[in-house]
């Protein structure tokens, strides 16, 4: 399953911005997706993640009440949604999708396919 992250950028501190993952294949909506960054200097770390159906989602402790996670399996698409962004969140982020669980998943490697990141800039 090839994955495609997009929607990053630069943004001031307190701004917003949604991260798209799209997939060609329909079979992605089987799939849990997760979100996960890496910021300069550290190591990836998972920020979000969703079961396939989208009725179940998890959140790192950082980014509770600021990010939400969702998907819309008609469009092979998740997404995530930051508001109140610090520049602390300055990071590349991937997306990943699992075949191995119908919940959602923390631990990076029980995600089979990853998307390439996408750079997101929070100025302060």
């Known amino acids: 399953v090839q994955l495609q992250a997009s929607g990053g950028g630069l943004v001031q501190a307190g701004g917003s911005l949604r991260l798209s993952c799209a997939s060609s294949?329909?079979?992605?909506?089987?799939?849990?997706v997760g979100w996960f960054r890496q910021g300069p200097g550290n190591d990836r770390e998972f920020v979000a993640g969703?079961?396939?159906?989208?009725?179940?989602?998890g959140y790192a402790d950082s980014v509770k009440g600021r990010v939400t996670i969702s998907r819309d399996n008609a469009k092979n698409t998740a997404y995530l949604d930051m508001n109140s962004l610090k520049p602390e969140d300055t990071a590349v982020y991937y997306c990943a999708a699992a075949t191995s669980t119908p919940g959602w998943v923390i631990k990076e490697t029980l995600y089979d396919y990853w998307g390439q990141g996408t750079l997101v800039t929070v100025s302060s």
């Open positions: 969703i079961n396939w159906s989208g009725e179940f989602t």
């Open positions: 294949e329909r079979r992605f909506g089987g799939l849990a």
